[in-house]
Nanobody, 110 residues
Framework: QVQLVESGGGLVQSGGSLRLSCVASGNIANINALGWYRRASGTQRELVAGGINIADSVKGRFTISRDDRKRTVYLQMNRLRSDDTAVYYC?????????WGQGTQVTVSS
């Protein structure tokens, strides 16, 4: 069983930065196939970044990276905007998904 634990969210002003972390544990072969998703209130979960994919809305502002030794995937978020406010999750880039973690809340104030 794989456990994913996200952290690093918080309240930040528009234009600010945050770095999110996702630590993977359990029976996971590698973390290359993990990406970052987000779900804003009242919307569906969307893929933000993973593999070669990055959402148009975050291009040039968000960067995904990983530390294989720490089994951690990061999401560096710069020039944050109010429409980046959401709960952020990590998971596989395609089904079958691992059990979703609790996510980490990112709130951007204007």
């Amino acid at each position: 069983q794989v456990q994913l634990v996200e952290s690093g969210g918080g309240l930040v002003q528009s234009g600010g930065s945050l770095r999110l972390s996702c630590v993977a544990s359990g029976n996971i072969a590698n973390i290359n196939a993990l990406g970052w998703y987000r779900r804003a209130s009242g919307t569906q979960r969307e893929l933000v970044a993973g593999g070669i994919n990055i959402a148009d809305s975050v291009k040039g502002r968000f960067t995904i990276s990983r530390d294989d030794r720490k089994r951690t995937v990061y999401l560096q978020m710069n020039r944050l905007r109010s429409d980046d406010t959401a709960v952020y999750y990590c998971n596989r880039l395609m089904p079958p998904y691992y059990a979703w973690g609790q996510g980490t809340q990112v709130t951007v104030s204007s």
